[in-house]
């Protein structure tokens, strides 16, 4: 049984990384298809800023269980974290968007890591609700019960301050193409699992992380690929003197 277990999250953490093939590959060289995504309660919070729905015509195409999530707030929205509730502990995910955020009336698609259901538990739906969004201008809404803002301000911060630098780096280029590549990307998503109170999460850079989001979409932009490499190494080597 621990084997199984073993290979079952081996599976899912492969799959947030294959979002769009429909088999994951572990790493002892088994081909493991995508779980089958598990039915979800979505709770009753008439004063959030995201809505959250069922998207039963994605199931099977995206890692998770798909939902739907529209901005019915007056404010673009920066960030949110999703909280899954079952037995023992459940699941958190934080979603962090891109420059462009989430604006007002829009929606998006996105796969929720949902654990597993114990043996005996079929039935059992978890229980799916926002715990805590960010806005564009830094307002916030939300319990934050996880206390997941503080990465999830970090991951900004740095990720700002790479954005800052490439800013300087671009004077004198055309940045159209850098502009259009960070308005195209969606979201950076982290899962973690609801531990018990006094139990700390896994140790994480959050800042270092949200600077590397610049490096990576550098690394791979499409057009001016030589510029853009060049600048990444650039602001990785800044990041590194500057203790980012």
């Known amino acids: ?22 088999t994951a590959t572990a ?44 901005n019915v707030g007056g404010s673009p929205i920066a960030a949110f974290v999703l909280r899954v509730d079952v037995e023992p502990y459940g699941m958190n995910q934080i979603v962090i968007l891109g420059t462009k955020g989430l604006g007002i009336g829009d929606s998006r698609i996105h796969g929720v890591s949902a654990p597993r259901i114990r ?38 911060e740095g990720r700002n301050a790479a954005l800052a630098r490439l800013d300087t780096l671009l004077v004198g280029h055309d940045d159209s193409d850098f502009r259009r590549a960070f308005e195209v990307f969606g979201a950076s998503s982290f899962s973690e699992p609801n531990l018990p109170t006094g139990r700390a999460p896994r140790a994480m850079d959050w800042k270092s992380r949200g600077y590397e989001e610049v490096l990576n979409i550098l690394r791979r932009m499409p057009r001016n690929t030589d510029l853009a490499k060049e600048l990444a190494r650039q602001i990785e080597v800044m990041g590194a003197q500057g203790n980012r």
């Open 1 to 22: 049984m621990r084997n199984i277990s073993l290979l079952f999250w081996v599976a899912m953490l492969a799959t947030t990384a294959l979002a769009q093939s429909r």
């Open 27 to 70: 790493t002892l060289g088994m081909p493991l298809p995508i779980p089958p995504s598990i039915e979800l309660e979505i709770r009753d919070q008439p004063d959030s800023p995201l809505q959250l729905s069922v998207d039963r015509k994605a199931a099977g195409r995206l890692p998770g269980s798909p939902l739907t999530i529209r």
């Open 119 to 156: 043996p005996g538990d079929e039935m059992a739906k978890p229980g799916t609700s926002v715990d805590f969004v960010r806005f564009a201008d830094g307002k916030t809404w939300g319990e934050d019960s996880l206390g997941r803002s503080k990465d999830i301000a970090a991951y900004i």
